[in-house]
């Protein structure tokens, strides 16, 4: 798609913006390439702002993609980025990222990439929602998407949430995974913007979905350095939350192991079951006549 073609089909002025540095820095390097540095560099940045156990191989990975970049190119990055908060704080109701990624064609054709727009999305949530899963003042709602993308439906709930009058910071805990690394943290930003509390898990959810230790996705299993750690999800609500969930596991008993029973065998039976073999004829007894000759009767 033309370049003039993108922009006048966008009425975000932020969007607009956003795409008219995006292009300018486009001279040394390709599109994508610019799309995926700008990406994964935000999420390192607000990663490591709370999670410690992955900010020194995440670190790393910053270095080495920022190195590639002049201090004028780094200075548009910081644009971009500050577009990207200037638009969803303006308009949380919507799917930045995801729309200026298929509006560039950035998506995968080839795997069936394509984003469902966010005004079907917000139609789904409405329908969807149900007024009985509204927590009471000390509950949360878990909700998951195995297939976020930039994560639309997961924003239109929340949106569906705040509209509700339901605090989704403290009441909502996102589960979000999708097997596109790029995709999976575009979620992750958007996600962490809006100020929702979870994880995003980057892997395939067919073979390696995203599983927890309890049973309400507290406690994330498998590989810590892919899942990535909303902000929120380190706040004391959450915190003490994760750490009652620890302790029911600990306090949770054991399963014993089911006994199995033999079946008490009858005597007449143990009898039966043993074979008799045929005895043997009985030899008859030899008699001896006056001459000598011997005889059976």
């Known amino acids: 798609m033309a370049k003039a073609a993108v922009t006048r089909s966008i009425r975000d ?3 607009k913006n956003f795409l008219k540095i995006f292009e300018g820095l486009t001279g040394k390097h390709s599109r994508w390439e610019i799309w995926r540095d700008f990406i994964h560099l935000t999420a390192i940045e607000i990663s490591n702002s709370t999670d410690k156990v992955n900010a020194l191989e995440r670190a790393k990975d910053y270095q080495t993609i920022i190195s590639k970049y002049s201090a ?3 200075n548009g990055m910081a644009e971009m980025l500050a577009e990207v908060v200037m638009g969803m704080e303006q308009n949380p109701d919507q799917d930045f990222l995801g729309s200026l990624y298929m509006m560039c064609e950035l998506g995968n054709d080839h795997a069936g990439q394509f984003f469902t727009p966010y005004d079907v999305c917000r139609c789904m949530a409405e329908i969807t929602f149900d007024a009985k899963l509204v927590p009471d003042m000390e509950g949360f709602i878990s909700v998951s998407d195995p297939a976020c993308g930039a994560g639309a439906t997961l924003l239109a709930f929340l949106n569906i949430c705040k509209s509700r009058n339901i605090c989704y910071h403290n009441k909502v805990l996102v589960v979000a995974q ?3 690394f790029i995709v999976g943290l575009m979620c992750y930003i958007q996600c962490s913007f809006m100020g929702c509390a979870g994880y995003v898990v980057i892997g395939n959810t067919i073979t390696d979905p995203a599983t927890a230790y309890d049973d309400r ?10 899942i990535w750690y909303m902000p929120f999800f380190s706040t004391d609500v959450w915190y003490m939350r994760r750490q009652i969930a620890k302790m029911n596991l600990l306090m949770k008993p054991k399963e014993q192991p089911a006994k199995i029973e033999k079946p008490e065998t009858k005597p007449e039976n143990l009898q039966k ?7 043997a004829p009985e030899k008859a007894a030899l008699n001896e006549t006056r001459t000598g000759q011997l005889t059976f009767f």
């Open 217 to 226: 996705g507290l406690l994330p299993a498998g590989p810590q350095n892919r």
């Open 72 to 74: 004028a190119e780094r």
């Open 273 to 279: 079951s043993i074979k008799t073999e045929p005895k």
């Open 178 to 180: 999708d097997i596109d």
């Open 13 to 15: 002025d932020h969007q």
